[in-house]
Nanobody
Framework: QVHLVESGGGSVQAGGSLRLSCTAS????????MTWFRQAAGKEREGVAG???????LYADSMEGRVTIFRDNAKNTLDLQIFALKPDDTALYYC????????????????????WGQGTQVTVSS
């Protein structure tokens, strides 16, 4: 069982930025497809960004330009920087992974995920 732990969520005003972080023990993040998802109240979970073993990044069209996903292989961490936050970004953000080096074209679908973190809440006020 892979144990992913997110941190960095919180409350922020619209226009601000946040950096979320994910780490895992006994699991090398850089060997796998790693993704960030989010789920707002009453909505389906959706993919935000992904990065594969080779460092190639993927972004949801709705978020591109406002998020950056990056990985620190030495620290075994995965981060998501979100800029220009909007109230619509309010959601529980999840770190996720699958047992593949590549993310594939369906990376944004929750069905492709093997392991989930517990989530970290991001709340954006106007």
């Amino acid at each position: 069982q892979v144990h992913l732990v997110e941190s960095g969520g919180g409350s922020v005003q619209a226009g601000g930025s946040l950096r979320l972080s994910c780490t895992a023990s006994e699991y090398t993040l850089s060997d796998h497809c790693m993704t960030w998802f989010r789920q707002a109240a009453g909505k389906e979970r959706e993919g935000v960004a992904g990065i594969n073993k080779y460092g190639e990044t993927l972004y949801a069209d709705s978020m591109e330009g406002r998020v950056t996903i990056f990985r620190d292989n030495a620290k075994n961490t995965l981060d998501l920087q979100i800029f220009a936050l909007k109230p619509d970004d309010t959601a529980l953000y999840y770190c996720a992974t699958r047992d593949d080096a590549s993310c594939g074209p369906s990376w944004y679908r929750q069905e492709t995920v093997t392991y989930w973190g517990q989530g970290t809440q991001v709340t954006v006020s106007s």
